[in-house]
Protein backbone atom coordinates (compact mmCIF):
# COMPACT_ATOMS: atom_id res chain seq x y z
CA UNK A 1 0.00 0.00 0.00
CA UNK A 2 1.39 3.60 -1.27
CA UNK A 3 0.12 6.75 0.75
CA UNK A 4 1.72 10.17 -0.59
CA UNK A 5 1.82 13.30 1.11
CA UNK A 6 2.49 16.76 -0.47
CA UNK A 7 5.40 18.35 1.71
CA UNK A 8 3.96 22.12 -0.69
CA UNK A 9 4.65 23.88 2.42
CA UNK A 10 7.88 22.58 3.42
CA UNK A 11 9.83 21.98 -0.12
CA UNK A 12 7.89 22.41 -2.86
CA UNK A 13 9.87 20.40 -5.26
CA UNK A 14 9.92 17.18 -2.74
CA UNK A 15 6.99 14.58 -1.82
CA UNK A 16 6.87 12.33 0.78
CA UNK A 17 5.68 9.02 -0.43
CA UNK A 18 4.82 6.00 2.67
CA UNK A 19 5.33 2.40 1.49
CA UNK A 20 4.69 0.52 4.77
CA UNK A 21 6.60 1.74 7.37
CA UNK A 22 9.09 3.34 5.35
CA UNK A 23 9.38 6.69 4.31
CA UNK A 24 10.95 8.00 0.62
CA UNK A 25 11.36 11.87 -0.12
CA UNK A 26 10.68 12.10 -4.08
CA UNK A 27 11.95 14.63 -6.38
CA UNK A 28 9.14 15.77 -8.30
CA UNK A 29 11.20 17.44 -11.42
CA UNK A 30 13.21 13.82 -11.10
CA UNK A 31 10.58 11.38 -10.35
CA UNK A 32 12.87 9.59 -8.29
CA UNK A 33 13.08 8.84 -4.60
CA UNK A 34 16.26 10.91 -2.96
CA UNK A 35 17.25 8.22 -0.93
CA UNK A 36 16.16 4.52 -2.27
CA UNK A 37 15.11 1.66 0.44
CA UNK A 38 18.22 -0.09 -0.34
CA UNK A 39 20.22 3.09 0.20
CA UNK A 40 18.81 3.53 3.95
CA UNK A 41 19.40 -0.52 4.59
CA UNK A 42 23.26 0.92 3.76
CA UNK A 43 22.83 3.72 6.02
CA UNK A 44 21.47 1.94 9.11
CA UNK A 45 23.38 -0.86 8.81
CA UNK A 46 26.83 1.58 8.46
CA UNK A 47 25.01 2.99 11.77
CA UNK A 48 24.74 0.17 13.73
CA UNK A 49 27.92 -0.93 12.50
CA UNK A 50 29.97 2.05 14.25
CA UNK A 51 28.21 2.48 16.73
CA UNK A 52 28.91 -0.82 18.45
CA UNK A 53 32.78 -0.17 17.73
CA UNK A 54 32.49 2.49 19.92
CA UNK A 55 32.64 0.08 22.99
CA UNK A 56 32.63 2.24 26.46
CA UNK A 57 31.59 2.16 29.86
CA UNK A 58 30.31 4.82 32.28
CA UNK A 59 31.63 5.05 35.75
CA UNK A 60 32.22 7.92 38.51
CA UNK A 61 35.85 8.53 39.91
CA UNK A 62 36.96 10.38 42.81
CA UNK A 63 38.40 14.00 41.41
CA UNK A 64 41.42 13.49 44.01
CA UNK A 65 42.10 9.72 41.72
CA UNK A 66 41.01 11.52 38.59
CA UNK A 67 43.88 14.21 39.04
CA UNK A 68 46.78 11.81 40.43
CA UNK A 69 46.50 9.27 37.62
CA UNK A 70 46.27 11.62 34.38
CA UNK A 71 48.54 11.05 31.85
CA UNK A 72 48.97 14.71 30.74
CA UNK A 73 48.22 15.10 26.55
CA UNK A 74 48.12 18.63 24.70
CA UNK A 75 45.52 20.95 25.60
CA UNK A 76 44.49 24.59 24.93
CA UNK A 77 44.64 26.70 28.53
CA UNK A 78 41.98 27.90 29.53
CA UNK A 79 42.26 31.16 31.45
CA UNK A 80 41.59 31.46 35.45
CA UNK A 81 38.04 32.84 34.78
CA UNK A 82 36.81 29.23 32.94
CA UNK A 83 38.92 27.33 35.45
CA UNK A 84 37.18 28.63 38.06
CA UNK A 85 33.63 28.13 37.29
CA UNK A 86 34.73 24.18 36.55
CA UNK A 87 35.44 24.78 40.78
CA UNK A 88 32.39 26.69 41.14
CA UNK A 89 30.49 23.56 39.71
CA UNK A 90 32.09 21.56 42.04
CA UNK A 91 31.49 23.47 45.29
CA UNK A 92 27.80 23.86 44.30
CA UNK A 93 27.26 19.87 43.59
CA UNK A 94 26.49 20.47 39.87
CA UNK A 95 27.59 17.77 38.18
CA UNK A 96 30.84 18.41 35.26
CA UNK A 97 29.91 16.55 32.24
CA UNK A 98 31.16 13.56 31.09
CA UNK A 99 34.56 12.94 30.51
CA UNK A 100 35.71 10.62 27.49
CA UNK A 101 38.94 8.22 28.85
CA UNK A 102 40.66 5.55 27.45
CA UNK A 103 42.20 3.18 30.14
CA UNK A 104 46.05 1.94 30.04
CA UNK A 105 44.97 -0.74 32.19
CA UNK A 106 42.06 -1.87 32.84
CA UNK A 107 42.89 -4.56 35.35
CA UNK A 108 44.21 -1.99 37.83
CA UNK A 109 42.17 -0.27 40.39
CA UNK A 110 44.50 2.77 40.13
CA UNK A 111 45.16 2.73 36.49
CA UNK A 112 46.40 5.02 34.54
CA UNK A 113 44.03 6.97 31.96
CA UNK A 114 44.47 8.93 28.86
CA UNK A 115 41.74 11.87 28.54
CA UNK A 116 40.19 11.95 25.15
CA UNK A 117 37.85 15.12 26.34
CA UNK A 118 37.83 17.11 29.13
CA UNK A 119 41.48 17.28 30.00
CA UNK A 120 41.22 21.02 30.49
CA UNK A 121 38.48 20.44 33.43
CA UNK A 122 40.77 17.62 34.81
CA UNK A 123 43.93 20.28 34.51
CA UNK A 124 41.73 22.83 36.14
CA UNK A 125 40.96 20.79 39.45
CA UNK A 126 44.63 19.11 39.26
CA UNK A 127 45.83 22.88 39.34
CA UNK A 128 43.18 24.32 41.88
CA UNK A 129 43.90 21.40 44.43
CA UNK A 130 47.88 22.21 43.69
CA UNK A 131 47.40 25.79 44.79
CA UNK A 132 48.47 27.24 41.17
CA UNK A 133 45.35 29.55 40.83
CA UNK A 134 43.29 31.17 42.81
CA UNK A 135 39.76 32.01 42.35
CA UNK A 136 38.12 34.49 40.05
CA UNK A 137 34.91 35.70 38.29
CA UNK A 138 32.56 33.13 39.66
CA UNK A 139 29.16 33.63 38.83
CA UNK A 140 27.49 32.51 42.20
CA UNK A 141 30.00 32.42 45.15
CA UNK A 142 31.26 36.09 44.42
CA UNK A 143 32.49 36.12 47.90
CA UNK A 144 35.57 33.50 46.58
CA UNK A 145 37.38 36.18 44.79
CA UNK A 146 41.25 35.48 45.53
CA UNK A 147 40.69 31.92 47.59
CA UNK A 148 43.12 29.14 47.25
CA UNK A 149 42.40 25.36 47.57
CA UNK A 150 44.53 25.60 50.62
CA UNK A 151 42.44 28.41 52.16
CA UNK A 152 39.51 26.35 52.54
CA UNK A 153 38.87 24.12 55.18
CA UNK A 154 40.17 20.54 55.65
CA UNK A 155 36.06 19.50 55.63
CA UNK A 156 36.08 21.29 52.25
CA UNK A 157 39.03 20.39 50.92
CA UNK A 158 37.49 16.79 51.43
CA UNK A 159 34.59 17.90 49.60
CA UNK A 160 36.24 18.84 46.41
CA UNK A 161 38.64 16.27 46.42
CA UNK A 162 35.91 13.44 47.54
CA UNK A 163 33.60 15.00 44.87
CA UNK A 164 33.13 12.56 41.57
CA UNK A 165 33.50 13.23 38.03
CA UNK A 166 31.78 10.64 35.20
CA UNK A 167 33.97 9.34 33.04
CA UNK A 168 32.92 7.20 30.14
CA UNK A 169 35.81 4.94 29.20
CA UNK A 170 36.59 3.57 25.71
CA UNK A 171 37.81 -0.11 24.92
CA UNK A 172 41.32 0.50 24.44
CA UNK A 173 41.07 -0.79 21.00
CA UNK A 174 38.90 2.05 19.42
CA UNK A 175 39.87 3.34 16.17
CA UNK A 176 41.77 6.54 15.83
CA UNK A 177 38.84 7.82 13.55
CA UNK A 178 36.44 7.40 16.35
CA UNK A 179 38.67 9.26 18.94
CA UNK A 180 39.21 11.63 16.66
CA UNK A 181 35.47 12.34 16.11
CA UNK A 182 34.47 12.71 19.94
CA UNK A 183 37.26 15.07 20.45
CA UNK A 184 35.43 17.24 17.89
CA UNK A 185 32.16 16.53 18.92
CA UNK A 186 32.35 16.48 22.95
CA UNK A 187 34.29 20.01 23.11
CA UNK A 188 33.53 20.86 26.74
CA UNK A 189 31.51 23.50 28.19
CA UNK A 190 30.85 24.72 31.24
CA UNK A 191 27.59 24.09 32.93
CA UNK A 192 26.73 27.43 34.80
CA UNK A 193 26.11 29.68 31.70
CA UNK A 194 24.15 32.28 34.31
Known amino acids: MTYEFKMSEFDPEIDLKYIGYLALAYDKKEGKPVS ?5 LVIEQEIRDVSRRINYRNTEIPIENLVSNIIPGFTSEWGIEKKSRVIE ?8 NPIWVVSLDTYDE ?11 VVMALSD ?7 LFGMKLIQSSKGVKYQDFSVQMQRKITR ?3 RLLELNPR ?7 YLRKSNAYGVNNAC
Open 110 to 120: DRFIKIITGEE
Open 174 to 180: VEGKILA
Open 163 to 165: STV
Open 36 to 40: SPNDI
Open 128 to 134: FICNKFS
Open 89 to 96: DVLLGVPI
